[in-house]
């Protein structure tokens, strides 16, 4: 079993709609939890950073954390073509450093 | 604010040759990390450096190796390449451990 365990998809929305991106992990010491988003050819970039449970809202983008389930989410608000890009969640037991990542989801979103 | 660097950006080598690639973190970034991108493995982790010294190390053979230097760039190498080594490699500075800044990565093909 992995540690960190991801739908691969794709997803596929249309325009406007809210996505909802899930990872599920199996590791109790991750306390870090982060969520990147890839366009195709280009470096994972940084979309939220979290410190163990709780909601943080940024923008369109809200990262949910329940430790208890261990189970993290990131919601997509509005969402618009721009968006379409694999999401991946990522967790770290040490405040970033040797993190893991999930494989990632690719989502599409239609106009 | 220059992103993190990787150099080259394309590379294609032999089975049993040697490859390095080199990174340049973001200025006042002390942590370099490198991680292996493939479709079928995901992201996963090679080494992180912090300082000069190896801090962590991934689960991949004593073929993958890394250095970083005292302005923290960092290169990775490796030696006697497979036909599996293909695959995207990303280096990732980070300061504080509040997350990654990936670079482009090099894509690494081997025939």
């Known amino acids: ?111 | 604010k220059a992103g993190v660097t990787q150099t080259p950006r394309y590379l294609i080598k032999t089975r049993g040759q040697q490859v390095t690639l080199s990174c340049s973190p973001i200025s006042g970034h002390r942590s370099v990390s490198w991680y292996q991108q493939t479709p079928g493995q995901g992201l996963q982790f090679l080494f992180e450096y912090f300082s000069e010294t190896q801090r962590n190390k991934g689960n991949f053979p004593g073929r993958f190796s890394g250095r970083q230097f005292s302005n923290s760039r960092s290169e990775m190498n490796v030696s006697t390449l497979e036909l599996g080594d293909s695959a995207l490699y990303l280096c990732a500075s980070s300061y504080g451990g509040s997350g990654y800044t990936f670079g482009s990565g090099t894509r690494l093909t081997v025939v």
């Open chain 1, 1 to 111: 079993q992995k540690e960190v365990e991801q739908d691969p998809g794709p997803l596929s929305v249309p325009e406007g709609a809210i996505v909802s991106l899930n990872c599920t992990y199996s590791n109790s010491a991750f306390q870090y939890f982060m969520w990147y988003r890839q366009y195709s050819r280009k470096g994972p970039e940084l979309l939220m950073y979290t410190y163990s449970s709780g909601n943080k809202e940024d923008g369109r983008f809200t990262a949910q954390v329940d430790k208890s389930s261990k189970y993290i989410s990131l919601f997509i608000r509005d969402s618009q073509p721009s968006d379409s890009a694999t999401y991946l969640c990522a967790m770290s037991a040490t405040g970033g450093f040797k993190t893991i990542f999930g494989a990632g989801t690719r989502l599409f979103v239609k106009a």
